[in-house]
């Protein structure tokens, strides 16, 4: 598999793993979509991933939490009890995905 391909495989499962905590949390949200699902995993990529890895020092991990919320909550209207919620279920759903995925290597 080219990097490329694998790359675009793997936003579409976190897409998909995004879609399902939503849908468990807020049932029938008009707003679960998968365009959405796709904008919703590239921002947490991109403003929660780099203080998620310094969470340890307390204040960036604060910065990675309040950034979470508020993508969740924006994107999908829904309170901060359901965004923690989504964020419970994303956990566990990585989980599974990565007990049942083999690991994806690609070719140079």
């Known amino acids: 598999m080219t990097w490329l391909a694998l790359k675009i495989a793997t ?3 976190h897409a998909a793993v995004v879609m399902v905590s939503v ?3 807020s ?3 008009g707003r679960n979509t998968l365009p959405r699902a796709l904008l919703v995993t590239f921002l947490v990529a991109l403003l929660v991933t780099p203080f998620a890895y310094f969470w340890w020092l307390v204040v960036p991990g604060i910065i990675a939490m309040i950034a979470w919320f508020i993508v969740y909550t924006l994107a999908y209207d829904i309170g901060m ?3 923690f919620a989504a964020g419970l ?3 566990a759903l990585g989980l599974i995905v990565d007990w049942l995925l083999p690991r994806l290597r690609y070719h140079v």
């Open 89 to 91: 279920v994303q956990v």
């Open 27 to 29: 049932k029938d949200n």
């Open 23 to 25: 849908s468990v949390v």
């Open 11 to 13: 936003w579409l499962v």
């Open 81 to 83: 009890g359901q965004a």
